[in-house]
């Protein structure tokens, strides 16, 4: 029972917290901060 | 139906890993804390779950991310050079087969601990890392928690959900990391973006810290009780009102002592009177036998290798003690009880030396960070050096539990050595130290001398 709830509770904040990592823009680039260029990449391209 | 739930859950994060592959790095964290596949009665166990996300993470990373940047960092080659260096003593070892086993799983927590840190690329990245692993204990913690307020727990009775006695599922291991962890869950409340923080969260906080805290009540490991005290003071540091908040620990104390359970403040007595405690001075006879053994074996014995260990422990009488007057007990294979000793006795002085710098320059790096964005102004900075503060006062948690637990090699703290390397990183890339401008101008026409050096003078 005890084991249950706690297996639940975690597991449920777990899958919110994946669902709105997924939603947001800026987990893959940061917003507003410019991004080092890529060896070899111009800087206005 | 236990399983269906994990297998949904793990298929879910699979999904959602295709959309973003950071979830499947997400997905190994979960996995390896949580133990789906031990806590599984039939879908899982026979599943190699742990390296299906692993290569999911590798591979989303190499084909997905961006690289831009990326630098292996100093603790990252400590982490390659330690990894190597377990892997000769692991050939060389007294017990090969003994030390196969633990090799077969430090090496995993070794590489995603060099792995990690690339992946942190953003500040919501790093934040995601800290929830998934908080939530992760959490499905431990708040076992623990609840059985404890319920029943009261005891030694080596308290059981977390499986029964095995391993990873995280071990008291003492757990009592560690749940009050290590407490500093990291404060700072996810406070600065965290992706829970704003509301009375939810707040009430979900207080109520996670306060299972952290029940953790080494219920397992009764003394261990988390020094933990306890050194996060406290610890908690201290960056506190603005340091009287209310020491008031406030006293009135905590007050009223949580009388609350104990018998067998806990009987235990926890036994910490002053060692001497006629079998369990601490078998540990200290281990922990002579291993520098005696150190002496003859400079280079370690590899894993395990305290297996050889056949010792002779004179016990005395104190108050409170567990044996009678002067009596002698014989022990054999007794393990470190310390990381420290764990890696001096399995890895030599140059393994210890490679994990001493390890979590020293841990700890000198989030120092650095503490005191170079401690009073920045800038609102999209404002969250930094309490990471590094967080950071570090579990790290220092983990290194005085460590003291008296075997965990040289816990993936948890792995994980979180990872977190502190990659915001070192982050911030290296996206917040760069600017050099200083000079004090003293120089003027485009002013001379050169004879290597070209133009002379500058103050106007």
């Known amino acids: 029972m005890i084991d249950n709830f706690a297996l639940l509770l975690s597991h449920a904040l777990l899958a919110l917290t994946a669902w709105r990592l997924v939603r947001r823009p800026d987990l893959d680039r940061d917003a507003g901060v410019e991004q080092p260029r890529a060896w070899g990449r111009r800087r206005d391209a | ?459």
Not at chain 2, 232 to 250: C, E, W
Not at chain 2, 379 to 390: D, K, Q
């Open chain 2, 1 to 459: 139906m236990h399983d269906l739930f994990f297998v949904g859950f793990l298929l879910g994060l699979v999904i959602l890993g295709f959309r973003r592959p950071f979830l499947f790095v997400l997905g190994y964290v979960y996995v390896d804390i949580v133990s789906p596949q031990r806590l599984s009665y039939y879908l899982l166990n026979a599943v190699p779950v742990s390296l299906i996300f692993f290569v999911l993470a590798v591979g989303g990373w190499l084909v997905k991310d961006d690289k831009s940047g990326t630098r292996l960092s100093f603790r990252q080659v400590v982490l390659i050079l330690l990894l190597a260096w377990c892997g000769y003593t692991t050939l060389h070892a007294d017990f090969p087969y003994a030390a196969l086993a633990k090799w077969a799983w430090v090496w995993k927590a070794l590489v995603f601990a060099i792995f990690l840190p690339f992946t942190l690329r953003t500040r919501l990245r790093i934040e995601g890392l800290l929830l998934f692993m908080v939530l992760s204990a959490s499905s431990i913690i708040v076992v623990g928690g609840i059985k404890t307020m319920v029943s009261g727990g005891g030694y080596g009775s308290l059981n977390l959900g499986l029964d095995d006695n391993s990873g995280l599922y071990e008291g003492s291991i757990i009592s560690t990391v749940a009050i290590a962890i407490i500093p990291t869950i404060l700072f996810l409340a406070r600065h965290g973006t992706l829970y704003p923080l509301d009375w939810k969260v707040k009430l979900y906080t207080a109520a996670l810290v306060f299972a952290c805290l029940l953790i080494p009540v219920g397992t009764e490991a003394r261990t988390g009780l020094i933990c306890i005290g050194v996060a406290a003071v610890l908690l201290m540091r960056d506190m603005k009102r340091r009287l209310l908040y020491m008031a406030g620990v006293g009135l905590a104390l007050a009223v949580a002592v009388p609350l104990l359970p018998q067998s806990y403040t009987t235990r926890m007595h036994t910490i002053q009177g060692y001497q006629g405690d079998q369990s601490a001075s078998t540990r200290i006879a281990v922990w002579q036998w291993t520098w005696a053994y150190v002496q003859d074996h400079p280079f370690g014995g590899g894993f395990n290798a305290y297996l050889q260990n056949r010792l002779t422990i004179k016990l005395t009488e104190t108050p409170g003690g567990t044996a009678p007057v002067n009596d002698v007990a014989h022990d054999q294979a007794r393990a470190y009880h310390s990381a420290y000793f764990e890696m001096l006795g399995e890895q030599g002085f140059l393994g210890l030396g490679l994990w001493a710098v390890l979590h020293l320059a841990g700890l000198v790096r989030m120092e650095m960070l503490r005191r170079r964005f401690r009073r920045t102004t800038a609102p999209e900075e404002e969250w930094i050096a309490p990471l590094a503060t967080a950071l570090q006062s579990g790290h220092i948690i983990y290194l005085v539990g460590a003291l008296f637990v075997g965990i040289a090699f816990q993936p948890f703290i792995y994980m979180l050595v990872a977190a502190e390397i990659g915001l070192d990183s982050y911030l290296r890339r996206v917040r760069p130290v600017r050099a200083h401008a000079p004090m003293i101008a120089c003027r485009p026409d002013a001379r050169q001398d004879m290597l070209g050096i133009r002379r500058c003078v103050a106007e």
